[in-house]
């Protein structure tokens, strides 16, 4: 068994990444075709490592932000306090890939390994500090900059990279036992 001893430093996410908007300018008529891609805002919400089988279409804009491999995607709009700030890795290499306009990016430094701060982002205490900075009443918003003040706990790189593929491996083995079990009925 691994101990670790050194205490983990915390940092404010805004300390150690850049962030960047989704799409802007588009109206319905600019979605579901097109020679590009553009992650939708269920893809953010549902997974803390982003799904290159779940993206929308639209056309190649060299005006918008492009979503690169490692960067973070948080949504920004929900209907509660605890579904909002909702956080998801992305992993693949895609050219030409966007963000929808209800999310914005996040580009970290290097200081985080993307399967840590997959998990790390959605572990409870992240989810608390994020929830308690939604505002709203019917319809819970956050902004970026909000975002980037949450203290985050930065282990080092070995811990993080321990710590991030034991939780990949275990949400990798529970989705394995849930297709089991559909394909079972």
Not at 95 to 112: A, D, K, M, P, T
Not at 137 to 147: A, L, M, Q, T, Y
């Amino acid at each position: 068994m691994t101990r670790f001893y050194v205490s983990w430093e915390q940092r404010k996410l805004g300390e150690l990444g850049t962030t960047y908007g989704g799409l802007t300018g588009k109206t319905k008529d600019d979605f579901g075709h097109g020679e590009a891609r553009f992650v939708p805002y269920m893809n953010v919400f549902d997974n803390p490592i982003g799904d290159p089988t779940r993206l929308g279409e639209v056309e190649i804009d060299t005006s918008q932000n492009r979503v690169l491999r490692g960067d973070t995607l948080f949504t920004v709009s929900s209907e509660t306090s605890e579904e909002v700030g909702m956080s998801s890795v992305w992993l693949s290499e895609l050219e030409n890939l966007y963000l929808n306009s209800f999310c914005f990016g996040y580009r970290q430094n290097g200081s985080f390994y993307p399967y840590y701060l997959a998990y790390m982002l959605r572990s409870h205490f992240v989810r608390k500090a994020i929830e308690l900075l939604a505002q709203g009443i019917s319809r819970f918003n956050i902004s970026k900059g909000k975002v980037m003040e949450v203290e985050v706990p930065v282990p080092d790189m070995i811990e993080q990279r321990q710590i991030g593929n034991f939780f990949y491996q275990l949400d990798s083995l529970i989705t394995l036992h849930q297709r089991k079990r559909i394909d079972m009925r």
